[in-house]
């Protein structure tokens, strides 16, 4: 049969697919799509230069009654099943495979904080019709709730991710791509496109290759200048800012820096976060606005009006060193366009103008955004250690892309043969007659070798084993069916045995069996990692129990000096509470929403809970009981008057010991009925943000 030739052909850059939209609740960005799961589900998401997982929005990121209508569609979720979908489903997936919740610690520094269900499934870069998108099976996957993150995550970063409950850490989505050789390198090209360009332009992002239609390097003081990474892993994409300067703003030309600092360029975030100097001279020239209560920088309607008119243009000086930067730099130029951006719920009720700037607590916060990427084209090339950064082009019309290939570096092995000298011909010679020489020896010593085993075997009779000191004998072995094995245990140098001894006395006695080093066994501590890392989780405080969690993924971390715990919730057996006495008056409740102000986000509940009140029983006996209870709640207005509300209930139920009766209360995990409960349902089994918590005790309120 005639053999096929192998396939040898590269992998070609793959272009990502963009979704045609612009999404966002910070202003209007170029999602792409991905297909997570099996079957495929369909999301709206935007690329993470720093990331290295997937982040998905989860079906709790949006609430009835609490999130607007229509929120899982604007945080990207698209279709599935026929119908909206609600967020990530891992129960409609077959290949879904949890690992656990952790914090997300992606933007850590920037105070975003959330936690996310986190496993394994298939990804695959584009929509789940297209067949011939690039995928690739058990990547990891987080599902997250929190509106820090509202838009799903592409990741483009090649950090490791590391769970305490894996025993390896795991490859990002990159690193992946480039191992199974579905990219031809470890390389990617990028730029976030621009609603305000043209009739709206689209982002670019390629895997492997750019875009050669898509920048200029005109801006560019030398046109073959890149950056080097940093050798910081969380910081690789880092510039120096040398200076910023606008012109045509309400002052005129204007100088927005004092000095050069160091940045981070990074398409998580939107905001440009710099230090809070350079965000006064922004405020000074623009006519902006400080919001303390979201921080951020306002636009009022008369102002926009004339930044409009004007049309400011800020130019970025970026540099590779804040030393020596005359002759290796790179322009970029924005026009206001870039920055005339729109922030709705949660940060408002209604769209709101805004100025995408930030002010950085320390340097250690300094990140050009995405806002940057509107107006510029990155390339960054993970096997080389560098990346460049250009203008953006913009041709109207936007001409047929180009797309080039980054292939990866030649190996240094391939270097080294082409570039090593030929040996002579008497060399040669030489080496062969050496190599002769030394085979002769060899066989020559297994002979001797293998004559002198036989003598050995011939006189051995019996062969002793130790395992875990106990003593095993082989009874008589004929020479025929002896081992060529030598003996371990044989006390002579020479390997010689002495056969008048039948029984010989084992190197160590018998012992009983023993506890594995006297150490007592214990459950692991809660999942830690350089990417994501889960605090301690307590039943003691309603407000540290995440709004958008999954609590049965949370463990909590035991020492070996605990008591032993008992089972899980999702045990079948029963869970003994640890009761504690708790009031109203040092319950952590949620404070009403002022009108106006987006909906409160309230604690989150766990799936089901016990409590218990006053009641009649004695001793660890069970006793019936009932309680009234009562609450008044006062509201501040917007105009200063005080709107209250009185609120009464009844809940009975069966006591559990503890010198109580009680109550059973059971809620759902849903936030929209404890709101319920808070304000104005507190018969039956909806009571309080209280129910959160087993106790026994009295209740006041």
């Known amino acids: 049969m005639r053999l096929a030739a192998r396939d040898t052909e590269a992998p070609q850059p793959y272009v990502v697919p963009p979704s045609q939209q612009f999404d966002g609740n910070d202003g209007s960005w170029s999602t792409f799509v991905v297909s997570v799961g099996t079957p495929g589900q369909d999301f709206r998401v935007l690329p993470s230069t720093k990331g290295s997982v997937t982040y998905l929005i989860a079906p709790e990121g949006c609430l009835r009654g609490i ?38 610690n992606l933007e850590e520094a920037l105070n975003y904080t959330s936690a996310g269900l986190f496993g394994f499934d298939r ?6 019709s297209i067949s011939t998108s690039l995928n690739l099976d058990h990547q990891v996957v987080a599902g997250i709730a929190d509106p ?19 025993s390896q850490s795991v490859d990002s989505l990159m690193s992946q791509l480039r191992n199974a050789s579905k990219i031809p390198s470890l390389s990617y090209a990028y730029t976030a496109g621009a609603p305000y360009r043209l009739k709206s332009v689209f982002g670019s992002l390629i895997l492997g290759g750019y875009d050669s239609t898509r920048f200029t390097t005109n801006n560019n003081n030398n046109n073959n200048f890149s950056f080097t990474f940093s050798t910081d892993p969380s910081k690789l994409l880092t510039v120096g800012v040398d200076s910023i300067m606008a012109t045509n703003t309400l002052q005129g030309t204007f100088s927005l820096t004092s000095g050069a600092h160091f940045s981070v360029i990074d398409s998580t975030v939107p905001h440009l976060w710099l230090p809070e100097d350079v965000c006064n001279q922004f405020e000074a020239a623009f006519g902006l606005t400080y919001d303390p209560q979201t921080d951020l920088y306002l636009v009022n309607d008369t102002i926009h009006q004339q930044l409009r008119t004007n049309n400011p243009t800020i130019t970025l000086k970026l540099v590779n060193s804040l030393t020596g930067s005359s002759t290796n730099y790179t322009n970029i130029e924005l026009p206001y366009g870039a920055f005339d951006l729109q922030a709705s719920y949660p940060y408002y009720q209604n769209a709101t103008n805004y100025f995408p700037i930030r002010r950085a607590a320390n340097s250690t916060q300094y990140v050009l955004g995405r806002t940057l990427l509107q107006e510029s084209y990155l390339i960054v090339d993970y096997e080389r250690a ?16 180009n797309i080039i290939t980054i292939n990866p570096p030649p190996s240094q092995g391939s270097s080294a043969s082409s570039s090593s000298s030929t040996l002579s011909t008497g060399a040669i010679i030489g080496i062969a007659i050496g190599a002769s020489f030394l085979i002769l020896l060899a066989l020559l010593a297994v002979f001797l070798y293998r004559r002198r085993r036989r003598r050995i075997n011939n006189l051995q009779n019996t062969k002793q084993y130790e395992l875990a000191g106990a003593q095993i004998s082989q009874s008589t072995v004929a020479p025929s069916t002896a081992t060529n094995t030598p003996n371990p245990y044989s006390s002579s140098t020479n390997n010689n045995i002495n056969t008048n001894n039948a029984m010989t006395t084992p190197l160590k006695a018998p012992s009983p069996p023993q506890e ?11 999942p830690t990692s350089s990417s994501f890392t889960t605090p301690p989780m307590t039943t003691t405080t309603l407000g540290t129990l995440d709004a958008h969690g999954f609590p049965q993924d949370r463990k909590a971390f035991t020492s070996v000096n605990d008591e032993p715990a008992e089972l899980h919730a999702e045990s079948r057996t029963p869970v003994t509470p640890r009761w504690q006495e708790v009031t109203l008056e040092n319950l952590p409740l949620p404070l009403p929403a002022v009108v106006g102000s987006p909906p409160p986000r309230y604690p989150g509940l766990a799936q089901g809970f016990e409590r218990q009140g006053e009641g009649e029983g004695e001793g660890e006996g069970e006793g019936d009981g009932s309680m009234s209870v009562s609450a008044v709640h006062s509201f501040d207005n917007r105009d200063g008057s005080t709107t209250s509300t009185t609120n009464t209930g009844v809940a009975r139920g069966l006591g559990h010991g503890y010198n109580n009766a009680g109550r059973d209360i059971t809620t759902t995990h849903h936030q929209e009925d404890l709101r319920s409960a808070i304000f104005g349902d507190w018969a039956g089994v909806k009571m309080t943000a209280a129910a959160a918590l087993g106790f026994k005790g009295k209740w006041s309120g």
Not at 85 to 101: C, D, E, K, M, R
Not at 123 to 128: E, I, K, P, R
Not at 150 to 166: A, E, I, K, N, R
Not at 516 to 526: D, I, K, M, R, V
Request: charged letters at 10%.
């Open 67 to 104: 999130d607007p209508a229509g929120c899982p569609e604007s945080r990207g979720a698209e279709v599935f099943n026929s119908a909206q979908n609600i967020g990530f489903q891992t129960n409609v997936s077959s290949t879904w495979s949890a690992i656990g919740q952790y914090d997300v």
């Open 123 to 128: 990804v695959q870069l584009g929509t789940a």
């Open 148 to 166: 820090d993150y509202y838009m799903g995550v592409l990741p483009l970063g090649t950090t490791d991710s590391s769970f305490s409950s894996l």
């Open 386 to 401: 560098n990346f460049s950064l250009a203008q953006a082009a913009w041709p109207d019309p936007l001409p047929a892309s």
């Open 516 to 526: 594995l080093s006297g150490t007592p066994l214990t459950e692991l501590a809660s």
